[in-house]
């Protein structure tokens, strides 16, 4: 029997499923982390701007006094890293979205991944090693 | 058939005299000819048409009496086959359920209907498009009955409660309103776009199928069920009323949870 040939024939198969629930983890981070952002980013902006005379209060000894606190410590922290995940892996989303070239694509995430880690990075070390004495 | 090329490079020759009640509106047609064209371009086209004639009736209009090099696909001509789905007016519909009454311009204004072929496919010609990548994703999520073991001798019984469960995504006609009214699937061609999701959704909670495991993990992939957005379009475009957003959202919960 003479097989059949196509024309045109079927278009390449797609690469095995991978098995793996990353994107699951990331589109359930994606919502717990809005959720608690919500929380902490505006409990921020009220206390920063509306409660006690707002943003005129604001200077090296307000915020030393309450980085003294291990509480607002943990809030920062906990804002800064979910802000820039949440931030991150959303734009990892529009990134592979909109690139049309695979190495557009690439360093365009590059440069999110680095700018994502220094962002972090730096900001826990000044939360974790902020010196109130820094003027003596 | 009888050369009536003077007055027509229409198919079937003369135009037919024009019914009374029709009024005259605009055709704008987005066209392409890859033998002709670098880019594509609009055709505009004044045709004398009823309230209750079909956008289908104005292709078959033009292809018949106005210009016979208009490429469309066809079938049954009415909304069951799937064959001429199209951007209408900036929307995703099958142009034979497209009522003419229901795009007239208010106020007595001239009205001007657009039509393109559907977006994120390639076009071969005018509004013909390659379906292909759009089939390759439907066959990938294996839209067929899935067992192991031996077979009954009897047919696989399934109570009205476990048939309702995906009773609404069976009604898919595979017309690509949906995949094409998507725009993450404009710009990412390998997601599997919400028909082929809407295909796996009828198998995965039908109680007769084994495979759903499969197509779970097929779903559950960087091209798969998370990179939908709820934008609703694949909803509003589905002329078969299929609840499509909704059927994805199911999928989803169905993988967050490891329970079909």
């Not at chain 2, 048409?49 to 209009?61: E, G, I, K, M, Q």
Request: net charge positive; proline share 5%; charged share 25%.
């Amino acid at each position: 029997m003479s097989e059949l040939t196509l024309d045109k024939p079927r278009s390449p198969r797609r690469p095995a499923a991978r098995r793996s629930n990353g994107e699951l983890y990331s589109w359930l981070f994606m919502r717990i982390s809005g959720v608690a952002l919500l929380v902490l980013v505006l409990g921020h902006l009220f206390i920063m701007n509306i409660l006690d005379g707002g943003v005129h209060r604001i200077n090296f000894g307000f915020v030393a006094g309450r980085w003294a606190s291990p509480f607002w410590q943990f809030w920062d922290l906990a804002m800064l890293w979910l802000a820039q995940i949440h931030g991150g892996n959303g734009l990892r989303t529009v990134i592979n979205d909109y690139a049309r070239k695979d190495a557009t694509r690439f360093w365009l995430k590059v440069l999110l991944y680095v700018s994502m880690v220094l962002i972090i990075a730096l900001g826990t070390y000044v939360i974790f090693t902020f010196d109130p004495n820094i003027t003596d | 058939m009888t050369a009536t090329a003077e007055v027509s490079t229409g198919s079937r020759g003369a135009q037919p005299p024009v019914p009374d009640g029709a009024i005259t509106l605009t055709l704008k047609v987005r066209r392409f000819n890859p033998e002709v064209d670098d880019e594509p371009r609009w055709d505009s086209f004044e045709i004398p048409a009823l309230p209750t004639d079909r956008v289908l009736n104005l292709l078959h209009y033009v292809k018949w009496y106005l210009d016979g090099t208009l490429t469309f696909r066809r079938s049954c001509a009415h909304g069951i086959c799937g064959s001429d789905a199209m951007r209408i007016n900036g929307v995703n519909r099958l142009a034979c359920k497209v009522l003419v009454k229901d795009l007239l311009a208010g106020g007595g204004k001239q009205t001007t209907i657009t039509i393109e072929p559907i977006k994120g496919l390639p076009v071969h010609k005018d509004l013909l498009v390659d379906m292909e990548p759009f089939f390759e994703a439907f066959r990938a999520v294996k839209p067929y009955l899935i067992t192991y073991g031996n077979e009954p001798t009897r047919e696989r019984v399934q109570s009205v409660a476990d048939r309702e469960r995906f009773d609404d995504t069976t009604k898919c006609i595979l017309c690509a309103c949906c995949t094409t009214s998507c725009p993450v699937y404009w710009t990412e061609g390998s997601y599997f776009g919400p028909a082929a999701i809407v295909n796996a959704h009828r198998f995965i909670f039908d109680s007769r199928d084994e495979g759903a495991e499969e197509r779970l993990d097929i779903l559950n992939d960087i091209d798969g069920v998370w990179r939908c957005r709820t934008t609703f379009n694949c909803t509003d475009a589905c002329p078969r009323g299929i609840q499509v957003t909704k059927a994805i959202q199911e999928v989803k919960r169905a993988l967050l949870f490891k329970r079909v």
